[in-house]
């Protein structure tokens, strides 16, 4: 399976994924303001790869002037009805959309692995004006709650391949980003935090990332079936405690 084809493939999706997937904590935007070096507020924000608008949201309630780019139909349709008032523009991380030095600040959350890292620094670069910062961030795994490695461990073997969103940024391609943004400030966090959800909800989450979603429902329903059983012996309320480390690269210009 090609990645533009699992990219396209939460469009299908997008309800489930609005519904299910984590946030970010203030933490986050705390750090993204610290590394920066100016608050969020009056910010013009360009959120590529904005999805059904997680990081969007957030960014508006920081007081940023924030907008949102996105490829995806389905997406695209769910943002407009979760933030109605926030414009939203049709278009990819490798060829933005968007005016040269148009932007203070340009965030991928949980997206610029579906990019073409040769295309797409050069294209934040293009858009950034001087003094504008990249922000670059991922919900990872908390790889030292052992069912959380059991469990991604379990997910790896049934997909085949696992998915590029369950963890960091392939090597070859942070150090094609990495070389791209040698010549700014770039400062690297990692947050961690976590959440409570209903079983229903976590296995929901796990079900709209890519490697699932491109397997098909009755592959997806029988792993499914097999997690409820093995989650409910460690979480026997059916409350799930899931726990991540956000992961985040920022890149601010002089």
Known sequence: MTAPSRAHSFNAAAAQYAASRPSYPPALLDAVEELMGRPLAGTRVADIGAGTGIATALL???GADVFAVEPGDGMAAQFRGALPDVPIVRGDGNALPLADASCDLITYAQSWHWTDTGRSVPEALRVLRPGGALAVWWNTHAFDVPWIVAQHERIAQHCGDGEPSSGELP??????????LSGLRVARRQ???GRTVPLDMHLA??????????LGEAGTQAFLADERTRLREIFPAERVEERYVVDLLVAARS
Not at 205 to 214: E, Q
């Open 191 to 193: 947050v961690r935090w």
């Open 60 to 62: 508006r309630e920081r």
């Open 205 to 214: 989450n796990i079900s709209s990332h890519s490697a699932f979603l491109v």
């Open 171 to 180: 090597d070859d391609d942070r150090a094609v980003l990495l070389a791209g």
